[in-house]
Each structure stands twice: as C-alpha cells, then as structure tokens.
C-alpha cells in the first residue's frame, strides 16, 4: 500500500492568485549580484509589520517606492512572503518616505542628515523641485553649492 507524499503549497495552489501591493523598501536581507536574487523587507499600508518580499532585483535600495506584482507564499521556515514577479519603482508619496529615498545612498553626498534638512524645507514637493527647480535648492545651502 502506497501513500501520497504530503502536498506542497505548489501542488495544491498551482495558479497564485496575483495581487498588486506598493510599499517601502526598508532594509535588504540579502542580494546576489550574480542572479539577482533579493529577500527584502517592506512596510506597505496593509499591515502593521514588515512584509518580506523575494524575487529578482536588478537594483533596489532602501528608501525605495515599489509596486509589486506577484503572490503570497508561505515558506516553511521563514513564514509568510511575497513572491514577486514584476515591479516598477514609483516615487514617494510621504514625507517619510522622500527622506528614507533621498538619504538611501543612490544620490551621491545626500546622506540622512541631508536628506531630513531638504524635506524639512521643501517638504512634498522636493522631488518635483529636484527634478525640475534645481536653483531653488541651491539656495537653500550656500555651504554646499549646486553646479548647474
């Protein structure tokens, strides 16, 4: 007498329902830079605690905005993920948000403390002005001059 091995999720759920969810990248748990391959950790407004986010990456950072394409996974040792299969980076829509992409590291000698001094002044607005009013932000610190 045989017995059918124990179902994985994927056996018993092989088409995922996709969902759409967008969030904050708040940390990277791990990346490859040979396959891409991230775990990620996002705050996004559906939930109160982190989600952790898996997939191919070709290069996030925190602070980040992402829309996510994919599906809900449940991992035998590390619980609950989502399992994406596309994503578009879209820009910041908080105060917080703008701070954590600005002072993330992906522009160059815009730390933290920078970061928080921008928003605080120009506040929602500060990528439309970094994107399209340069000469409004280098008037704003004298001690480190903008060149055009």
């Known amino acids: 007498m045989s017995t059918s091995p124990t179902p994985t999720q994927q ?13 904050v990248i708040e940390r990277l748990t791990f990346h490859s830079e040979e396959s891409e391959y991230t775990v990620a ?19 996030i950072q925190p602070g980040q905005t992402l829309q996510l394409t994919g599906f ?7 619980g609950s993920q989502f399992q994406v299969v596309n994503y578009k980076e879209t820009k910041p829509a908080t105060i917080t948000g703008i701070e954590k992409y600005l002072g ?11 970061a928080r001094r921008i ?29 055009t």
């Open 11 to 23: 056996q018993v759920n092989p088409t995922p329902q996709y969902e759409i969810i967008t969030g």
């Open 41 to 59: 950790r996002l705050v996004h407004p559906k939930s109160k605690n982190l989600t952790t986010i898996i997939g191919s990456f070709a290069n």
């Open 72 to 78: 809900w996974r449940d991992h035998p040792q590390f």
């Open 104 to 114: 993330s590291g992906l522009i160059k000698g815009v730390g933290p403390v920078t």
């Open 119 to 147: 928003v605080a002044h120009f506040g929602l607005e500060t990528l439309e002005i970094i994107e399209n009013q340069i000469d409004p932000l280098a008037q704003t610190s004298p001690e480190y001059p903008v060149s």
